[in-house]
């Protein structure tokens, strides 16, 4: 009896030892965390700056169809990206509907298919190379 507690009692200490070891502080003060949050800064930064150029072709009547096709396949893969990241980053809580990024992560799978197939969009692609 006295053995079986003495077990108990030390696996309690190192779930507690190895709980306060993990998960003092926020997710966002680990450092793993702030790399993967610089890379989806970065990556999101690049494809603003790609399709805002975009939009400016678009206005002066410049825009043509590769291009375009390059913007939606490029834009709607960052935004699935970055939404997977995001998602992983929740961990499980990230699968809840209550939470924004499930249906962010639902929304951005969609947007590969809608405005044309990213497929298509390759094919559009392809036809200027």
């Known amino acids: 009896e006295r053995e079986r507690e003495r077990k108990t ?7 507690l030892s190895f709980s306060d070891f993990c998960f003092t502080g926020t997710l966002s003060d680990l450092q793993t965390v702030k790399h993967k949050m610089a890379d ?4 999101i930064s690049a494809g603003r700056a790609f399709f805002d150029n975009c939009l400016q072709l678009h206005r002066s009547g410049k825009l043509d169809t590769q291009t375009a ?12 990206q970055v939404a997977d990241d995001c998602l992983q980053l929740h961990g ?28 298509i969009m390759k094919e559009l692609i392809a036809r200027s190379i």
């Not at 009692?9 to 779930?15: L, M, N």
């Open 69 to 80: 096709s390059m913007a939606k396949l490029h834009c709607t893969n960052i935004e699935c």
């Open 40 to 43: 989806l800064k970065t990556v």
């Open 92 to 119: 499980g809580w990230g699968y809840m509907w209550e939470f924004p990024i499930a249906r962010a992560f639902v929304d951005a799978r969609v947007q590969k298919i809608y405005g044309g197939a990213n497929e």
């Open 9 to 15: 009692d030390r696996q309690r200490r190192a779930r």
